[in-house]
Nanobody, 115 residues
Framework: QVQLVESGGGLVQAGGSLRLSCAAS????????MAWFRQAPEKERELVAV???????NYLDSVKGRFTISRDDAKTMVYLQMNSLKPEDTAVYYC?????????WGQGTQVTVSS
């Protein structure tokens, strides 16, 4: 059974940093995309950062230069380093992994940035 567990969320002041981690367990075949999404209250879920097998990554325009996605395939982990956080980054952050034809989601971790 595949399971994704996020950690590292919390409350931080504007300008601060957080590092999110996502631990994936279970049987995976050919993990391709590993990504972070977020969903703020009354807003649609949006893609924040994605990293493909082999290293290419893309970011939501509003987080470019502040957030960095990384992955450790040996440990089946994906990370999101978030610096210079802003109140508008407040959301539930979700880990997302594509393995073969399957897509998996974590349960989410709350990030709250106070002004």
């Amino acid at each position: 059974q595949v399971q994704l567990v996020e950690s590292g969320g919390g409350l931080v002041q504007a300008g601060g940093s957080l590092r999110l981690s996502c631990a994936a367990s279970g049987s995976f075949v050919n993990i391709g995309r590993m990504a972070w999404f977020r969903q703020a209250p009354e807003k649609e879920r949006e893609l924040v950062a994605v990293m493909y097998a082999g290293g290419p990554s893309n970011y939501l325009d509003s987080v470019k230069g502040r957030f960095t996605i990384s992955r450790d395939d040996a440990k089946t982990m994906v990370y999101l380093q978030m610096n210079s956080l802003k109140p508008e980054d407040t959301a539930v952050y979700y880990c997302n992994v594509r393995s073969g034809a399957n897509i998996y989601w974590g349960q989410g971790t709350q990030v709250t940035v106070s002004s």
